[in-house]
């Protein structure tokens, strides 16, 4: 009889991480856009001469169409893979 603490697997947050980005490659995709616009967001802010505000709003608006498209992609990714090439595995 197996106990709880055989079926924990102590995982490092890189190990986890690739798990989970082999499960759905595009958590591994909005998570780099992620970085990217908040990067973009800090270059920009520095050098942009408009008021905080508006540049905040805009870059709320980049982050929020990021995620909406990562969204967008992944469903048709995995509809595709489900109803069209019938990869019957579980996900």
Do not use: N, W
């Not at 995709?29 to 990067?39: E, F, P, Y």
């Not at 709320?60 to 509809?79: D, F, K, N, P, S």
């Amino acid at each position: 009889m197996a106990t709880i603490d055989d079926t924990i697997k102590d995982q490092t947050l890189s190990e986890r991480l690739l798990e989970k980005g082999q499960k759905s490659p595009f958590l591994i995709a909005s998570l780099i856009s992620l970085a990217g616009i908040c990067g973009y967001g800090f270059y920009g802010f520095k050098k942009k001469k408009i008021s905080t505000q508006l540049y905040l709003i805009q870059l709320r608006v980049a982050a929020q169409g990021t995620a909406v498209v990562c969204l967008t992609i992944g469903m048709v990714y995995h509809m595709i893979k489900k109803h069209i090439l019938h990869d019957e595995k579980k996900s």
